[in-house]
C-alpha cells in the first residue's frame, strides 16, 4: 500500500492543492514553500485518534482581507494497492468492510477528515 494522493484545504498558507505520490516521491524546496505544512497535514490526518482534540486558530488559512478562517481544514488521503489483491492479506481484514472488492485493477481507499473553524475566534477549533 502506498500513499497515491494527498489532498489539503484551508490548512495554514495553503489554501487548496493536490501532490501526487509515486513510489520515488520526495518532497524538496527552499525554506518556507510548505514542506512543513504538508508533513503537519499528514499528522494531523494520522498522527492521532481523539476526536475532542481542539486546533488553534492559527491552523486555519486565514482571509487576507478580514482575518478570519476561510472555511473548514480538509485534509484527503488516498491509499492504492501497489499491485491487485495487495489487500486480500490477513493483515487488512479490519479495514475490509471499507474496501472496494478485489478485481484485476489496484484499489483506493480515500481518508478524509474536515476540522471546523468553529470557535476559532476564541482561540481554538473543534474537530
Known amino acids: 500500500m502506498y500513499l497515491r494522493a494527498l489532498r489539503i484545504e484551508n490548512f495554514r ?4 492543492t493536490v501532490i501526487g505520490f509515486d513510489s520515488g516521491t520526495a518532497l524538496i524546496g527552499e525554506n518556507d514553500c510548505g514542506i512543513t505544512s504538508v508533513l ?3 499528522e494531523l490526518v494520522l498522527g492521532f485518534d481523539d476526536k475532542s482534540r481542539r486546533y488553534p486558530p492559527w491552523l486555519f488559512h486565514l482571509d487576507p482581507e478580514t482575518g478570519r478562517p476561510r472555511g473548514p ?7 492504492a494497492e501497489r499491485h491487485a489483491g495487495e ?6 481484514e479490519p479495514f475490509e468492510a471499507l474496501l472496494p472488492a478485489a478485481g484485476k485493477r489496484p484499489r483506493e481507499l480515500w481518508y478524509e477528515a474536515r476540522v471546523s473553524p468553529a470557535g476559532a475566534r476564541d ?3 473543534e474537530y
Open 40 to 42: 503537519d497535514a499528514l
Open 73 to 79: 481544514i480538509g485534509i484527503q488521503l488516498r491509499f
Open 13 to 16: 498558507a495553503i489554501r487548496k
Open 123 to 125: 482561540g481554538e477549533a
Open 87 to 92: 489487500w486480500s492479506g490477513a493483515e487488512y
